[in-house]
């Protein structure tokens, strides 16, 4: 990822956007909100048509990039994208390996 790094999302509760282990970073679980603000709500329902929630999955997707890409150093990229979901536990984690 190059150029200006997009704003952090702003957190809610007791967590960080994201965490580094080594080459690996960990984000928590990200949600449409933009400046704090949850924009959208309500169940995603097998039948609903994918546009209708393609603009708060892109921002849900954005603020979890943008907690990913705060935990890189100079010249790091992100390399790729992991999503990894424990069965027994609704959280979802999402892996991002880096290159060095």
């Known amino acids: 990822m190059s150029g200006e790094r997009p704003a952090l999302p ?5 967590c960080r956007p ?4 080594g080459g690996l970073i960990f984000t ?3 949600t ?12 995603v329902l ?7 929630w393609r603009d708060a999955v892109e921002l849900a997707i954005a603020n979890a990039l943008a907690a990913a890409a705060s935990q890189l150093d ?3 990229r992100i390399a790729a994208i992991l ?7 609704p959280l979802r ?3 991002l390996p880096i290159l060095d």
Do not use: I, K, Y
């Open 18 to 21: 994201a965490t580094r282990a």
């Open 10 to 14: 702003v957190v809610q509760g007791l």
């Open 74 to 76: 100079e010249g790091e």
């Open 32 to 43: 449409p909100r933009r400046e704090g603000v949850l924009l959208f709500t309500g169940p």
């Open 93 to 95: 984690q999402v892996s």
């Open 28 to 30: 928590a679980g990200m």
């Open 46 to 52: 097998v039948a609903d048509p994918p546009e209708r």
């Open 83 to 89: 999503h990894t979901c424990r069965s027994s536990s």
